[in-house]
């Protein structure tokens, strides 16, 4: 059964870089894309970016200016940097595993469990 | 960006009771549709993909069907344990985006 765990700092400063790490466990993290999706409190779904194992990317172009999403294969973990963060980044960071479900039909097919990340001084 | 729109954003019903919801891309997606269930505190869960299949170790009273812009949800009869939000998300698009969701709660 494949788990996905998130760690980091919960609070950060405004202007500083928000960073967090997703370790793979009960699966390997090759052959995958690997995602971050957040949700503000009260709030919906927003999706960030993936990483593919092989380390290609693609951002959400509301945030791409401000967001690295990178992989450690040997340490099978995939992290997220956002800088310059405001209170409006203030959200719950879940890492996700995207899956080719049917053909390229792809989907979150496993996710952590969250962890809050609130910015404020 | 491939908007997607949910209804309700909310709904009250009983265990027991039929329920339907629905979520409109704002252009075809063919079926590229998903479906997740959220409970308070946890990670979404797949329930659906490709509009119709259901996932591994999802209850069969789950259903979905659509395709093109228009899809439902179908739970068809509801257990205690199915009052969470659901979204839909599509991923025809490389900017993959999901409904606002709609709260399921109990009458």
């Known amino acids: 059964q494949v788990q996905l765990q998130e760690s980091g700092p919960g609070l950060v400063k405004p202007s500083e870089t928000l960073s967090l790490t997703c370790t793979v466990s009960?699966?390997?993290?090759?052959?995958?894309?690997w995602s971050w999706v957040r949700q503000p409190p009260g709030k919906g779904l927003e999706w960030i970016g993936y990483?593919?194992?092989?380390?290609?990317?693609n951002y959400n172009p509301s945030l791409k200016s401000r967001v690295t999403i990178s992989v450690d294969t040997s340490k099978n973990q995939f992290s997220l940097k956002l800088n310059s963060v405001t209170a409006a980044d203030t959200a719950v960071y879940y890492c996700?595993?995207?899956?080719?479900?049917?053909?390229?039909?792809?989907?979150?097919?496993?996710w952590g469990q969250g962890t809050l990340v609130t910015v404020s001084s | 960006d491939i908007q997607m729109t949910q209804s309700p954003s909310s709904l009250s019903a009983s265990v027991g009771d039929r329920v339907t919801i629905t979520c409109r891309a704002s252009?075809?997606?063919?079926?590229?549709l998903n479906w997740y269930q959220q409970k308070p505190g946890k990670g979404p869960k797949l329930l659906i993909y490709?509009?119709?299949s259901l996932q591994s170790g999802v209850p069969s009273r789950f259903s979905g069907s659509g395709s093109g812009t228009d899809f439902t949800l179908t739970i068809s009869s509801l257990q205690p344990e199915d009052f969470a939000t659901y979204y839909c998300?599509?991923?025809?698009?490389?900017?993959?985006?999901f409904g606002q969701g709609t709260k399921l709660e109990i009458k």
């Open positions: 009960g699966g390997s993290i090759s052959s995958y894309y």
């Open positions: 998300q599509q991923s025809y698009s490389t900017l993959y985006t």
């Open positions: 490709a509009a119709s």
């Open positions: 990483i593919y194992y092989s380390g290609s990317t």
């Open positions: 996700a595993r995207v899956a080719a479900v049917r053909g390229v039909i792809r989907a979150f097919d496993y």
């Open positions: 252009q075809s997606i063919n079926s590229y």
